[in-house]
């Protein structure tokens, strides 16, 4: 592969910021940027996942245009379909783990929506011209918003966006059953409508990868990846006024405003690293950006785990005592529920660190 550092730095940091919104000391105290917009709107929570689905588009020339070089279509078509389903059957393992409950286990999920936009975007860089794919993105977003806006849902019309009477609402219920996110119960954030305009995310990643490996100057490279943000920000927040802002439903205005955002991140890091030679901020980051799938379902687990275990003799979870007794005298309590979030992240760094200066890569 191709290694960049500006691009494992920034898979890196949102990793970190996955792993750190995902783990408070405890979810009744958390800091209202580190939630989720309850509904329309953003919050910086709401960034994170488009970005790595983002970078995953970003990585695929970079990993596979060397490759496709040598080995042809046909060679990397194996390798493709194998790590897809290896990342879709570790998210399955994190929805049903530790009891697989069959009958209700989330099929949808953060690492099969990772697995599902890796696969169609790779496949449509391999058998598409990069003329084809802005083409290939303007008919998913705009498609979808059709199909959001003019398709009726039984009970509730056509246009309707509200948590359940959305069409993609609809879909999850009528095909996945009881097998979407509980929590919500009517609609999956990750289900199978809403990933169509994720898969466009991924593309303009691929998109942006392909502009990576064009050997121009880092300048001119950097510079057009500005104007890219600027146009997606601005394009993101008119199309909303028709198209809310929408993480949940992965809004056509959502993919555009966080495609912008990540543009911008990703030239200033382009730029700095790349382009000035300051790799020493870069490297604290890389260090997690070259594990980053594997940092996000060990992480996940592990804290799944800590919620399980259950010790004391009022049988509390692991997790609940290691932050009441530790993390909770030293702070208020959305304090010390961050600092919770914060240590977290830096074990998970610190066990990282060691597999990279041993020069260890699991890679997925």
């Not at 199909?147 to 009528?174: E, F, H, K």
Request: hydrophobic share 55%; aromatic share 12%.
């Amino acid at each position: 592969m191709t290694r960049l550092l500006s691009v494992d730095a920034l898979r890196g940091l949102t990793v970190a910021a996955m792993v750190l919104v995902n783990n408070p000391g405890t979810w009744r105290a958390v800091y209202p940027p580190l939630r989720h917009a309850e509904w329309h709107g953003w919050t910086p929570t709401d960034v994170i996942f488009p970005f790595f689905v983002f970078i995953v588009g970003v990585a695929i020339p970079l990993a596979l245009g060397p490759r496709l070089e040598r080995a042809g279509h046909a060679g990397l078509m194996l390798r493709i379909l194998r790590r897809s389903a290896v990342i879709f059957a570790l998210g399955i393992v994190l929805n049903g783990f530790p009891w697989f409950n069959w009958a209700t286990i989330r099929i949808p999920g953060v690492l099969q929506r990772i697995a599902i936009c890796y696969l169609i975007a790779a496949v449509i860089y391999l058998w598409t011209r990069t003329r084809a794919q802005p083409l290939i993105v303007a008919v998913l977003l705009i498609g979808y918003w059709l199909a959001m806006t003019w398709i009726p849902v039984p009970g509730y019309g056509p246009g309707d966006l509200s948590p359940a009477g959305n069409l993609a609402a609809y879909v999850d219920r009528a095909v996945l059953g009881p097998h979407i996110w509980q929590f919500a119960k009517v609609y999956d954030p990750e289900g199978i409508l809403s990933t169509v305009p994720s898969v466009a995310t991924a593309l303009l990643g691929v998109l942006t990868g392909t502009w990576l490996r064009s050997g121009r100057a880092s300048q001119v490279i950097a510079a057009r990846l500005v104007v890219a943000g600027i146009l997606g920000v601005a394009g993101g927040e008119l199309w909303g006024w028709w198209f809310p802002i929408n993480k949940s439903l992965w809004t056509s205005s959502y993919v555009l405003l966080m495609a912008g955002m990540g543009w911008m991140l990703l030239a200033a890091s382009y730029w700095l690293v790349e382009g000035r030679g300051w790799r020493g901020w870069a490297l604290p980051f890389a260090v997690l950006g070259v594990n980053a799938l594997v940092l996000f379902f060990l992480s996940t687990l592990a804290a799944r785990l800590m919620s399980l275990i259950r010790v004391g003799a009022e049988s509390r979870s692991l997790q609940a005592v290691v932050f009441d007794r530790v993390f909770a005298p030293l702070a208020s309590p959305v304090n010390a529920s961050l600092a919770f979030a914060l240590t977290y992240v830096v074990v998970w760094w610190a066990i990282l660190g060691v597999l990279y200066r041993w020069n260890i890569r699991l890679r997925i």
